[in-house]
């Protein structure tokens, strides 16, 4: 990737979900160029195709056709692995409609086991500057 190249370069990104009635264009022949530091809001009516934008950027969906490079490297040519491993290196995703389950803790939601009891020791109490596992 050059200095002058976009970071995020999405070139005539298409897709289409299937559906009994026919194929239904969700997005349709977008360009979108953003350079590393810049700012953007992805704003539209409902059903524009706004979620599928940014499910087709992050690498959670696929485009139908078109090009997503980020950082120079082309991941509409990834397979699902190496998919998986750019999204846990690069990407932090918080989704609109986020799945907490009801039967977890916050920190096991947040988390997972493995990390939950680190938690408390990163929540820090503003107002007195300890943490949570220090006000116990």
């Not at 299937?18 to 264009?25: K, S």
Request: hydrophobic fraction near 35%; aromatic fraction near 8%; charged fraction near 20%.
């Amino acid at each position: 990737m050059t200095d002058t190249a976009p970071y995020l370069d999405a070139r005539r990104l298409t897709k289409f979900f299937r559906t009994p009635a026919g194929d239904f264009p969700a997005v349709r022949g977008i360009d979108l160029q953003v350079n590393r530091g810049e700012f953007v809001a992805v704003i539209g009516k409902s059903g524009s195709g706004k979620s599928t934008l940014i499910n087709l950027i992050t690498g959670i969906d696929r485009p139908t056709s078109g090009q997503v490079i980020i950082g120079g490297e082309p991941l509409h040519t990834y397979d699902e692995e190496q998919m998986a491993q750019w999204r846990g290196r690069n990407m932090g995703i918080v989704f609109q409609f986020f799945q907490l389950m009801p039967t977890l803790s916050a920190p096991l939601c947040i988390c997972g086991e493995r990390h939950s009891s680190e938690l408390p020791r990163l929540v820090t109490d503003s107002r007195h500057g300890t943490s949570q596992s220090d006000a116990s």
